[in-house]
């Protein structure tokens, strides 16, 4: 088939290099000349294990523009993979959807197949069908899809291979576009949920925020176990052990960062009260979230004393390993408090690169050596698996103070102890 997707972004480019590979050819359009250009001359402009090799052993059915237009008209199937961003009230920013609707309007000349991959609020895919109505395209050129996605950063391209279930949101009365979705899917192995509009948004919604109040959940639960010196690691593998609860997203931490779960739970309390409906569950998921980091810093505080002259190295930038993502990264949302509390901050990150802008002294390191070196303190904020590997007693001559903050409970710490280190995880003995 001949699909456009609007949207060289993780969810796009990576979309674009499945469906090329399931043997659909493909024009991916991005806004940004310069993703483009880095696409057109071979570079992936993210970093996702397995994207490159992807792209490039179907790069003759893939195309890469910026040319929104002619894409359109070429093309009889669209994807719509544009960011949604949060504003500041708590809603989403549809402006990228709202320019893509109007590239739609102004170029849909034949019969068009519209799917909507990006996370709208709910209501948002009657909106745009509305809209082009409005906009005067004809009803008879074009049906609205909604098909949420559900890859993770770091896994997209598994993931996007790999699903456990496609959902297929179609307007009432479409008798047409399950076919279509069904030749573009073919190859991928998952059950098909065949639903509304607006149970597909609500379907995504829904699991983002069931995810993060997991891993609220446990955070709430690691609090407990540190006042009463239990472990959370223990009660969550035990607990996850019956299939009602599950064993994942129980990993408790510093809390969930990336460019989803804060946004998609915001923008899921925002849509249940413009309707008058109290979110009080969500509310506190969120609340948990956004006070986890201080527990830590507290603890900080009571251990290393005195911020202006004690180091800190800060083990990861990224939201989560395996990515260079950092939007509402904890990490950096550590990094940016130590800062404003006067901490020397040295952070360091395989891949990541750290948002310097408000920040007063701290900096990135080159290697983990040289962030390590005479910290007073070392707070692993992001589980890299090459952290885990870390050999302690080195570590140990490398530091000046002997505190380690294991705030992903990613390290035994009976390795860290054995090497005359402190080890504090997060509800943790
Ligand atoms: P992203 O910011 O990485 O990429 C979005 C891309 O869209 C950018 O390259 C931008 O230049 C481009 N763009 C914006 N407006 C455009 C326009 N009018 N025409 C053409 N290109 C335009 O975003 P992302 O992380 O890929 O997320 C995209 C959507 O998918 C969001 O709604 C997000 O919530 C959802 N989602 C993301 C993930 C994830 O893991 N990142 C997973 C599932 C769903
Ligand atoms: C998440 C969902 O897992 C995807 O299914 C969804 O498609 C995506 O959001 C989206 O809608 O964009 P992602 O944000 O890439 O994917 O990453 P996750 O692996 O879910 O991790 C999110 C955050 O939660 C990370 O900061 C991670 O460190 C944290 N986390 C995760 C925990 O603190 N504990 C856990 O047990 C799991």
């Known amino acids: 088939m001949d699909i456009c997707v609007i949207g060289a972004g993780y969810v796009g480019l990576t979309s674009s290099a499945v469906l090329a590979d399931l043997g659909h050819h493909v024009t991916c359009v991005d806004k940004n000349k310069e993703r483009i250009q880095a696409l057109n001359s071979g570079e992936s402009p993210i970093f996702e294990p397995g ?4 792209i490039q052993k179907n790069q003759n059915r893939l195309t890469f523009t910026d040319d929104v237009g002619e894409a359109i008209q070429k093309n009889s199937c669209i994807f719509i993979c544009v960011g949604t961003p949060p504003l500041p009230d708590g809603s989403t920013d549809l402006s990228y959807v709202m320019s893509v ?22 209501g948002t895919n009657e909106m745009i069908h509305r809209l082009l109505l409005k ?4 009803p008879g050129l074009f049906r609205i899809v909604s098909n949420p996605e559900f890859l993770r950063e770091g896994s997209a391209v598994h993931d996007m291979f790999h699903p456990d279930k496609t959902v297929i949101g179609l307007q009432h009365g479409d008798t047409t576009s399950l076919e279509i979705m069904k030749q573009i899917y073919k190859g991928i192995q998952a059950p098909m949920i065949v639903t509304t509009l607006n ?3 609500v379907i995504k919604f829904t699991s983002n925020a069931f995810l993060a109040t997991k891993i609220s959940f446990i955070n709430e639960v690691a609090r407990i176990c540190d006042r009463y010196q239990a472990d959370v690691t223990s009660v969550a593998a035990a607990i996850g052990l019956d299939p009602r609860i599950g064993k994942h997203f129980l990993q408790a931490g510093v809390g969930y960062g990336g460019s989803c779960f804060p946004k998609d739970v915001s923008s899921f309390i925002h849509s249940a009260k413009q309707r008058g409906v109290e979110t009080p569950i969500l509310e506190a998921v969120q609340s ?4 986890q980091l201080d527990v830590y810093i507290d603890k900080i505080h009571s251990y290393i004393g005195d911020s202006l002259t004690k180091k800190v190295a800060v083990l990861g930038i990224a939201f989560k390993p395996n990515t260079d993502d950092t939007r509402s990264s904890r990490a950096v949302a550590l990094i940016q408090k130590l800062d404003a509390l006067k901490f020397n901050v040295m952070a360091y990150d395989p891949k990541a690169i750290l948002p310097t802008e408000g920040l007063k002294t701290a ?8 962030a390590i ?4 303190c070392l707070f692993i904020a992001t589980d890299w698996p090459s952290f885990k590997t870390l050999d302690w007693k ?36």
């Open 101 to 122: 609707v109007d590239d739609l309007a102004a170029n849909i000349t034949s019969k068009k197949t519209v799917i909507t991959k990006s996370t709208v609020p709910l």
């Open 51 to 54: 994207l490159s090799e992807l």
């Open 135 to 138: 906009k005067g395209v004809s």
């Open 394 to 429: 080195k570590v140990k001559t490398w530091m000046k103070g002997d505190l380690v903050i294991d705030g992903r409970n990613c390290i035994d710490p009976k390795e860290i102890r054995k090497h005359g280190l402190r080890y504090i995880g997060v509800g943790r003995v």
């Open 288 to 291: 948990v979230n956004e006070t």
């Open 199 to 201: 149970d597909a948004e």
């Open 373 to 376: 070196l005479d910290a007073d």
């Open 363 to 370: 900096k990135q390191a080159e290697t983990i050596a040289d």
